[in-house]
Nanobody, 121 residues
Framework: VRIVESGGGVVQAGGSLRLSCATSGFTFGDYTIGWFRQAPGKEREAVSCLSNRDGIRYYADSVKGRFTTSSDNAKNTVYLQMNSLKPDDTAVYYC???????????????WGQGTLVTVSS
């Protein structure tokens, strides 16, 4: 199984970024793909996830209305569109594979290497 995140960078507050999570080596449609983040000195939190099996999505309260998760099944890739970014969104963002309820609870089976998002004020 392979997970490759991309799209991180530096953006000003109010700006947007789109993260990509390209996956391979497993049955994409059978699993949930989750986005997590960890800011310096803070615990890792589940930001969003998408069940490829039934299309159910989850968003943390802190990102509802600003972040959107989508997938391109032909490319086995999941995206995290982040709009109206705030300095508090600064973190390393990780893509992970697992089961929906477990990911919402903060647990995943396979993790990517992470991509850094920095939001300047």
């Amino acid at each position: 199984v392979r997970i490759v995140e991309s799209g991180g960078g530096v953006v000003q507050a109010g700006g947007s970024l789109r993260l990509s999570c390209a996956t391979s080596g497993f049955t994409f449609g059978d699993y949930t793909i989750g986005w997590f983040r960890q800011a310096p000195g803070k615990e890792r939190e589940a930001v969003s996830c998408l069940s490829n099996r039934d299309g159910i999505r989850y968003y943390a309260d802190s990102v509802k209305g600003r972040f959107t998760t989508s997938s391109d099944n032909a490319k086995n890739t999941v995206y995290l569109q982040m709009n109206s970014l705030k300095p508090d969104d600064t973190a390393v963002y990780y893509c992970a594979i697992g089961e929906f309820r477990a990911i919402v609870a903060g647990v995943a089976q396979i993790w990517g290497q992470g991509t850094l998002v920095t939001v300047s004020s």
